[in-house]
């Protein structure tokens, strides 16, 4: 598989969401930032 046909699923995201019960004055810091799957959901 090359970099080009590689595409992030994120993985329970509803889960992670749940999880980290994000706020809108939080800060969060989304260090894998592959697909930006969580990090879009988030934001």
């Known amino acids: ?14 889960e992670v969401l749940r999880w980290l019960e994000p706020k809108a004055d939080g800060v969060y ?7 930006a799957g969580h990090a879009r959901l988030i934001l």
């Open 29 to 35: 810091l989304d260090g894998t930032l592959g697909g």
């Open 1 to 14: 598989m090359t970099a080009a046909a590689f595409e992030h699923q994120s993985v329970m995201p509803e």
